[in-house]
């Protein structure tokens, strides 16, 4: 009975076992991706950039290929990066003062998640991101509870080797900051921590950007290519629909429950004082 209490009382090791076990039957089930043999060949021509891509994904490509030479095998850090998100946002419940259930239910949202499952189905550009976004804004929590300043620099590390996998953690970065700004933990920007971090995650991306500087910044002239050519354009609500059915209709109740508790957190905690 204890060991069963056990078991239910860790849902972050439970759900992140449980993905992994899932990926490793699954992701050997069906053929290569065609991106996938693409960075396998990308990484046996190491570089420190490519065309439309920085260099981290094809390097692991090239050694899990290398090393296993097995689609299993090649989808293994998909898979670890996924089962470590479904463990991490369960986690992330907790630090947010959430619950036994709270915690079950954000990670099995996430386990359930489409597009967030389908990171541990293929390599890809893609495949680590969900994990460092929400490493780099637990880090960022832990900074502004626990006035730790090593948590800046943590999250700087994991944006610098998130920057190395796709370039789309910038935005991200962006984000985090305009958020801080707009808040009154716009004092945390007022010390050294947050932009040493800044600056150990530039230092990790210097080589590509470097790279991509000398070469006359192809990513960017691909981008554009791509823009004009192949992808669709959406209007804001078109975007926003599309990305709720590519999440997974199923978890919009839980995110959208949450939207709506985080919008009125402010009222809830005036109450809280109050009382």
């Given at each position: 009975?204890?060991?069963?209490?056990?078991?239910?009382?860790?849902?972050?090791?439970?759900?992140?076992?449980?993905?992994?076990?899932l990926?490793?039957?699954?992701?050997?089930?069906?053929?290569?991706?065609?991106?996938?043999?693409?960075?396998?060949?990308?990484?046996?021509?190491?570089?420190?950039?490519y065309?439309?891509?920085?260099?981290?994904?094809?390097?692991?490509?090239?050694?899990?290929?290398?090393?296993?030479?097995?689609?299993?095998?090649?989808?293994?850090?998909?898979?670890?990066?996924?089962?470590?998100?479904?463990?991490?946002?369960?986690?992330?419940?907790?630090?947010?003062g959430?619950?036994?259930?709270?915690?079950?239910?954000?990670?099995?949202?996430?386990?359930?998640?489409?597009?967030l499952?389908?990171?541990?189905?293929?390599?890809?550009?893609?495949?680590?991101?969900?994990?460092?976004?929400?490493?780099?804004?637990?880090?960022?929590?832990?900074?502004?509870?626990?006035?730790?300043?090593?948590?800046?620099?943590?999250?700087?590390?994991?944006?610098?080797?998130?920057?190395?996998?796709?370039?789309?953690?910038?935005?991200?970065?962006?984000?985090?900051?305009?958020?801080?700004?707009?808040?009154?933990?716009?004092?945390?920007?007022?010390?050294?921590?947050?932009?040493?971090?800044?600056?150990?995650?530039s230092?990790?991306?210097?080589?590509?950007?470097?790279?991509?500087?000398?070469?006359?910044?192809?990513?960017?002239?691909?981008?554009?290519?791509?823009?004009?050519?192949?992808?669709?354009?959406?209007?804001?609500?078109?975007?926003?629909?599309?990305?709720?059915?590519?999440?997974?209709?199923?978890?919009?109740?839980?995110?959208?429950?949450?939207?709506?508790?985080?919008?009125?957190?402010?009222?809830?905690?005036?109450?809280?004082?109050?009382?």
């Amino acid at each position: 009975m204890r060991g069963r209490l056990s078991v239910v009382n860790r849902p972050e090791l439970v759900l992140g076992l449980l993905t992994l076990a899932l990926h490793l039957w699954i992701n050997g089930s069906y053929g290569y991706f065609r991106d996938e043999l693409y960075y396998i060949v990308c990484g046996r021509h190491p570089a420190l950039g490519y065309t439309d891509q920085p260099p981290l994904i094809p390097l692991i490509a090239w050694a899990s290929d290398a090393a296993f030479h097995s689609l299993r095998g090649l989808r293994l850090v998909p898979a670890l990066a996924c089962a470590a998100t479904v463990a991490l946002t369960a986690h992330a419940a907790r630090m947010l003062g959430g619950g036994l259930y709270a915690r079950w239910l954000a990670g099995i949202a996430v386990l359930g998640g489409g597009a967030l499952e389908f990171s541990g189905v293929t390599l890809s550009t893609d495949c680590l991101q969900p994990l460092a976004w929400l490493a780099i804004g637990l880090c960022v929590v832990k900074a502004q509870e626990g006035d730790d300043q090593r948590w800046w620099l943590a999250a700087g590390a994991i944006a610098g080797f998130a920057f190395l996998a796709k370039y789309t953690v910038a935005l991200y970065l962006v984000s985090v900051a305009a958020g801080l700004l707009a808040t009154t933990q716009r004092r945390l920007l007022a010390t050294w921590a947050p932009w040493a971090g800044a600056l150990i995650a530039s230092a990790i991306a210097a080589p590509n950007l470097i790279w991509q500087a000398a070469n006359g910044w192809p990513f960017v002239a691909h981008t554009a290519v791509l823009a004009a050519e192949r992808n669709i354009p959406l209007s804001p609500v078109q975007f926003l629909v599309q990305e709720i059915l590519v999440v997974g209709a199923a978890t919009a109740p839980v995110w959208i429950a949450g939207l709506a508790a985080l919008a009125r957190l402010s009222q809830l905690e005036q109450s809280h004082n109050e009382v």
